[in-house]
C-alpha cells in the first residue's frame, strides 16, 4: 500500500521518491495535489467513507494507516495494491494483450 502510494504522491508533486516518513507539505504538496492523490486511493481502494482523515494525512505512513482502516476485509488494500502494481508493470502492449485475452475468454463462456 506505502508503493503505490508514493507512486501517488512522486506522480503528484512531480518528484522522484517520496519516502514513507516525509511530510507531504514540506515536499511542497498544495491542497490541489492533496485532492488528487485523495480522489486516486478512494478510487482504487474503493473506500466510501469521508475521506477527510486521507486528506489529513501528512506522511504516506499515516496515509497507509487511513487505508488499512478503511478496508472491508482485513488484507484487502494490501491486494488491491500488490494488483494494481503488477499491472503498473507491464508494457501497453501486454495490457493490450491481457485485454484481448480477457475479452475473448468472455466471449467463449
Excluded at 25 to 34: E, F, H, K
Excluded at 35 to 40: C, G, N, T, Y
Amino acid at each position: 500500500v506505502e508503493k503505490v502510494l508514493a507512486r501517488f504522491w512522486n506522480d503528484a508533486l512531480k518528484i522522484e521518491t517520496a519516502g514513507v516518513g516525509d511530510d507531504f507539505a514540506a515536499l511542497g504538496g498544495d491542497s490541489l495535489q492533496a485532492a488528487q492523490i485523495v480522489r486516486r486511493v478512494q478510487e482504487l481502494f474503493r473506500i466510501d467513507q469521508p475521506m477527510h482523515g486521507c486528506a489529513q494525512a501528512a506522511t504516506i505512513e499515516e496515509m497507509a494507516a487511513f487505508v488499512a482502516g478503511q478496508e472491508a476485509s482485513p488484507g484487502d488494500a494490501e491486494k488491491i495494491a500488490a494488483m494494481f502494481l503488477q499491472v503498473a508493470s507491464l508494457s501497453n502492449a501486454q495490457v493490450a494483450a491481457a485485454l484481448q485475452r480477457y475479452k475473448e475468454s468472455a466471449n467463449d463462456g
